[in-house]
């Protein structure tokens, strides 16, 4: 009689009992990850991205966007006053939209002693907690 290859129930039960356990010890591990990585976007776009456009558009012009003319006005020239003369955009590839798909709250000047405010409301937009700010 021939010997037929391939694996028995037992083989097979053991590889998938040893998968299980793996994920049992892997998967609790990278539960939350996804909102950890969001919100080290959202600080990286306070801290380095946005204020880097921003720092662009003011050496180009003089002065911040006002808040009326919000963040926008690193992406499209604005046609309200005060009427940046020497605009030089794009300053930004993409809109500034936080990793929770809201736009990120900007005010100039600032309320918090700073040229402006940026934040973002986190995941929870109506709670403070998880707030993302330039100010502390």
Same mark, same amino acid.
């Given at each position: 009689? %021939?010997?037929?290859?391939?694996?028995?129930?037992? +083989?097979?039960?053991?590889?998938?009992?040893?998968?299980?356990?793996?994920?049992?010890?892997?998967?609790?591990?990278?539960?939350?990850?996804? +909102?950890?990585? %969001?919100? %080290?976007?959202? %600080?990286?776009?306070?801290?380095?991205?946005?204020?880097?456009?921003?720092?662009?558009?003011?050496?180009?012009?003089?002065?911040?966007?006002?808040?009326?003319?919000?963040?926008?006005?690193?992406? #499209?020239?604005?046609?309200?006053?005060?009427?940046?003369?020497?605009?030089?955009?794009?300053?930004?590839?993409?809109?500034?939209?936080?990793?929770?798909?809201?736009?990120? #709250?900007?005010?100039?000047?600032? +309320?918090?002693?700073?040229?402006?405010?940026?934040?973002?409301?986190?995941?929870?937009?109506?709670?403070?907690?998880?707030?993302?700010?330039?100010?502390?």
């Amino acid at each position: 009689m %021939k010997h037929r290859g391939g694996f028995t129930l037992v +083989e097979i039960m053991l590889v998938v009992i040893i998968i299980a356990a793996l994920s049992a010890m892997i998967i609790p591990r990278l539960v939350g990850r996804g +909102e950890q990585a %969001k919100v %080290k976007i959202a %600080k990286s776009d306070i801290a380095a991205n946005i204020p880097t456009a921003l720092k662009l558009y003011e050496l180009d012009n003089g002065i911040f966007p006002t808040t009326a003319q919000g963040l926008n006005a690193l992406r #499209v020239k604005p046609t309200n006053n005060p009427i940046p003369q020497n605009w030089n955009g794009p300053y930004l590839e993409k809109g500034p939209i936080d990793p929770w798909g809201r736009s990120y #709250v900007y005010v100039s000047p600032g +309320e918090h002693g700073l040229d402006y405010d940026l934040s973002s409301k986190g995941k929870d937009e109506t709670s403070d907690k998880d707030d993302v700010v330039n100010w502390q």
